[in-house]
T-cell receptor
Framework: RKEVEQDPGPFNVPEGATVAFNCTYS??????FFWYRQDCRKEPKLLMS???SGNEDGRFTAQLNRASQYISLLIRDSKLSDSATYLC?????????????FGKGTHLIIQP | EADIYQTPRYLVIGTGKKITLECSQT?????MYWYQQDPGMELHLIHY???????EKGDLSSESTVSRIRTEHFPLTLESARPSHTSQYLC?????????????????FGSGTRLTVV
């Protein structure tokens, strides 16, 4: 099983709709979780951290399910500008690079 | 506004040339990273550093080398560029936390260097 798995999509969604995607992770010791956004030919940018209790930032809601080892991202009232690749990011839980493992990303296309 | 800078932004160079990609950050972060990413593909970690005089190889084998003489500076060097090195190279940094805590901060990425070797 890969460390971080995401459905690559693309998800084609009409403007104004709600869209959600999940990401599963394999390391049960992981403690830090993030969603990054990457626009075409640009660098990834931190969208939001994911906290155990779930958290919301405007139209974006992130959830963590430790028992099933997945995190989710919900986007409400989607905008054309939300079109991007969303990267699920999980920390390794120590050792090695002691850093973050990036998923391959989910490609989202918001259609007018 | 960017606190992590990469130069050059674009580089087209001939096969066999030596090149150095620059990365500097002003946030005082201890940890720095180099990633390689082809268009539409995933990020691959090629080098990282815990701090001054620390360099480690990442998950993806790379013919490049790095150095960390100063906290803010983490250059990547290719001694002899080849067409297979054509890619986007992204530098990132983060605050360092002891691996014992299992907690990480998010990374801040530079704008990247798009390298083309002809």
């Amino acid at each position: 099983r890969k460390e971080v798995e995401q459905d690559p999509g693309p998800f084609n969604v009409p403007e104004g709709a709600t869209v959600a995607f999940n990401c599963t992770y394999s390391n049960s010791a992981s403690q830090s979780f993030f969603w990054y956004r990457q626009d075409c030919r640009k660098e990834p940018k931190l969208l939001m951290s994911v906290y155990s209790s779930g958290n919301e930032d405007g139209r974006f809601t992130a959830q963590l399910n430790r028992a099933s080892q997945y995190i989710s991202l919900l986007i409400r009232d989607s905008k054309l500008s939300d079109s991007a690749t969303y990267l699920c990011v999980v920390n390794s839980g120590g050792g090695g690079a002691d850093g973050l493992t990036f998923g391959k990303g989910t490609h989202l296309i918001i259609q007018p | 506004e960017a606190d992590i800078y990469q130069t050059p932004r674009y580089l087209v160079i001939g096969t066999g040339k030596k090149i150095t990609l620059e990365c500097s950050q002003t946030m005082g972060h201890d940890k720095m990273y180099w990633y390689q990413q082809d268009p539409g593909m995933e990020l691959h970690l090629i080098h990282y550093s815990y701090g001054v005089n620390s360099t480690e190889k990442g998950d993806l084998s790379s013919e490049s080398t790095v150095s960390r003489i100063r906290t803010e500076h983490f250059p990547l060097t290719l001694e002899s560029a080849r067409p297979s090195h054509t890619s986007q190279y992204l530098c990132a940094s983060s605050e360092y936390l002891s691996s014992a805590t299992g907690v990480s901060y998010g990374y801040t990425f530079g704008s990247g260097t798009r390298l083309t070797v002809v």
